[in-house]
């Protein structure tokens, strides 16, 4: 599965941006989706996941009721986007999505995810 994000500028404060990431591969539609962020000289953090039926979705406490994840399947692509609203100056971070294959524990541990993407940047100023 190869992961690619979009959506990412710059932005000002109270501004909203939408990130997109696509998956291409046999089993895309079959991933736990989670998007990640990481500041310079921050460690990685999760900020939403959503599992394959769209049950399980959950946000880090930092982003509840700003930021909202979603996605839709087309043929061989997963879609998940990130709907980012109200942003902040802290919300200046690289952003990347993860793909897991399997149920975790803790969905915002970034250890052992399957793949991830190469990250898009979001600037709030």
């Known amino acids: 599965v190869q992961l690619v994000e979009s959506g990412g500028g710059s932005v000002q404060a109270g501004g909203s941006l939408t990130l997109s990431c696509t998956s291409s591969?046999?089993?895309?539609?079959?991933?736990?989706m989670t998007w990640f962020r990481q500041a310079p000289g921050k460690e990685r953090e999760g900020v939403a996941i959503?599992?394959?039926?769209?049950?399980?979705?959950?946000?880090a406490d930092s982003v509840k009721g700003r930021f909202t994840i979603s996605r839709f399947e087309r043929r061989a692509e997963s879609t998940v986007n990130l709907q980012m609203n109200s942003l902040k100056s802290e919300d200046t971070a690289m952003y990347y999505c993860?793909?897991?294959?399997?149920?975790?524990?803790?969905?915002?541990?970034?250890?052992?995810?399957?793949?991830w993407g190469q990250g898009t940047q979001v600037t709030v100023s």
């Open positions: 591969g046999r089993y895309a539609s079959s991933y736990f």
């Open positions: 959503i599992s394959t039926d769209h049950g399980i979705r959950l946000y």
């Open positions: 993860a793909a897991s294959w399997s149920r975790r524990t803790d969905w915002f541990d970034s250890a052992g995810y399957d793949h």
